[in-house]
């Protein structure tokens, strides 16, 4: 299947992010859904600290090139689906702002939801984030690590 890279919009970076932007962006005048999830800081923690902030870390350009696998991965599974951009935030990201958000259009709901659903879960098992959270006279890396994962071996929906 050939993908018009245009219907893609990856990014990892330090810039706040704008999930309007992103919603905006996937909109298409042949789809009448568009589904766009987005990922806050919240206070609470495993660690039971009032979270104040987080800390994310990757490697870029090794994030990006994995949210493209994933990308890939859910045009295979909903072809329907037309434009999917997914942005995730690395260095500080206070309480409420988004650390991640993911915007997809489709004709039909179904599989816009199905698709972003599919997107978030799979860039949290896939991309390769550290996260710190930060609290009132301290900090520690998330306890809530697991093993990444390539996007071929994720279970289908």
């Known amino acids: 299947m050939t993908v018009d890279q245009s219907l893609d919009w990856v990014a990892v ?36 600290h009032e979270i104040i902030e987080l800390e994310y870390d990757t490697d870029i350009d090794l994030a990006e090139s994995r949210i493209r696998r994933v990308i890939a991965a859910a045009r295979e599974r909903w072809p329907q689906v037309r434009a999917i951009a997914i942005h995730h935030r690395v260095g500080t990201v206070a309480v409420r702002e988004p650390a991640v958000v993911v915007a997809v259009s489709s004709p039909h709901r179904g599989e816009a939801f199905a698709a972003a659903q599919f997107c978030i879960d799979a860039v949290k098992r896939t991309v390769p984030m550290w996260k710190r959270e930060v609290w009132q006279n301290g900090s520690a890396w998330s306890q809530e690590a697991q093993d990444i994962l390539d996007v071929g071996d994720l279970e289908p929906s």
């Open 13 to 48: 970076s330090a810039e706040r992010l704008n999930p309007d932007e992103l919603a905006d962006w996937v909109m298409r005048p042949d789809c009448g859904a568009i589904v766009t999830f987005f990922g806050t800081t919240r206070t609470t923690s495993t660690l039971e």
